[in-house]
């Protein structure tokens, strides 16, 4: 049978609760051996793919336990069998694992042909926007980011666990954002384009490293640099580095007498980094105070709470007609769009 993806799964269960048998290819993010209290072992696993995350009790009357006595976290596998879902979630009877063969790894690692094509999409607007920027410092800098830090990019998350938390996510968390500042930049004439949209991009440079996946896998861990620095701290040390490295690269365009200053910029740039999350208790070390450190913050904001909304319609059941159970950070029930109840 063909393998779904853990997204494609969840899909078709929701039509057929009771189950079907299905097969996944997944990565195991962690598994831990444990006993009921009777003395039946058992196996904690949880799964990863492109996109999602699910967690299963392996039993060892199945294959897969014994599968899972000489396998190591990371690898990367087929899981068989009957899944089903019931109150306490995705449950599978039967489970059976095989690795996966080179070839099959390879397309996993890749993700599905339409993510495939949304984070190109979403990485050649990146490159479009900064290699078009007026100002020639700012273009300068991000361009040369974009240059050294592709990779990285590419497979980043914006979040831990609230929003964009997927191999991926920093690079669709950046790019809606600026599209959205691409939408709102126009409408105030105070706000200069270029710096705001460097911002989208500088804002969450650091979770380059403190959200970082490894090159064959889904799964990321905290790092010590993201731990003892954080996201903030890295982001300025950073654009500091390829400033200096792009005004060593071309010093005529860095001169003091271009206006505006280019201390000036870059401290404007700097301010982004450190204010977007917009207040003291939230980890910002100072408040914005400019239009487009104003403008970063509530973008950042909607689209982070665009996209916790988006994973609580995909995972939460309905409460009562048009309202699903709570997901955190969301306060109380949540109401289902419009579109969908209409």
């Not at 607007?125 to 990019?153: H, I, M, N, S």
């Not at 914006?158 to 920093?170: F, I, K, Q």
């Not at 208790?281 to 100072?286: A, I, K, N, Q, R």
């Amino acid at each position: 049978m063909e393998a779904l993806t853990l997204a494609e799964l969840l899909d078709e269960l929701k039509d057929n609760p009771s189950g079907s048998e299905d097969a996944i290819h997944v990565q195991l993010a962690s598994f831990r051996a444990g006993r009921t209290a009777a003395g039946k072992p058992f196996f904690d696993l949880e799964v990863a793919d492109a996109t999602h995350k699910a967690k299963f009790k392996i039993w060892s009357d199945s294959a897969a336990y014994e599968f899972l006595q000489r396998a190591k976290e990371g690898d990367l596998c087929e899981l068989g069998g009957k899944f089903y879902t019931n109150d306490y979630g995705l449950n599978i009877n039967q489970p059976e694992l095989v690795r996966l063969s080179e070839s099959e790894a390879e397309a996993f690692l890749a993700g599905p042909e339409e993510r495939r094509g949304k984070l190109n999409e979403d990485w050649n607007l990146l490159k479009e926007t900064f290699g078009a920027l007026q100002d020639p410092r700012l273009k300068a800098v991000a361009t040369l980011a974009l240059e050294q830090y592709e990779k990285k990019w590419k497979r980043a998350a914006a979040a831990r666990s609230y929003h964009h938390a997927r191999r991926g996510g920093l690079l669709e968390h950046t790019s809606q954002m600026l599209r959205c500042a691409k939408a709102l930049a126009p409408l105030y004439a105070e706000v200069t384009p270029d710096l705001l949209y460097c911002g989208v991009l500088f804002h969450d440079v650091g979770k380059l490293w403190e959200n970082d996946y490894p090159e064959r896998g889904f799964t990321t861990q905290p790092t010590r640099k993201g731990e003892l620095i954080g996201h903030i701290t890295i982001g300025v040390e950073v654009v500091n580095k390829l400033w200096h490295e792009a005004a060593q690269k071309d010093p005529a365009v860095f001169a003091a007498e271009v206006k505006p200053a280019p201390d000036l910029v870059r401290d404007h740039l700097l301010h982004l980094i450190v204010s977007h999350h917009g207040e003291l208790e939230f980890g910002s070390p100072v408040v914005p105070k400019t239009p487009e450190g104003w403008l970063l913050h509530h973008i950042d904001n909607i689209d982070a709470k665009i996209e916790m909304l988006r994973g609580a319609y995909a995972e939460k059941e309905e409460v009562i007609p048009g309202l699903i159970e709570a997901k955190r950070p969301m306060g109380g029930l949540i109401a289902l769009p419009l579109s969908r109840v209409g």
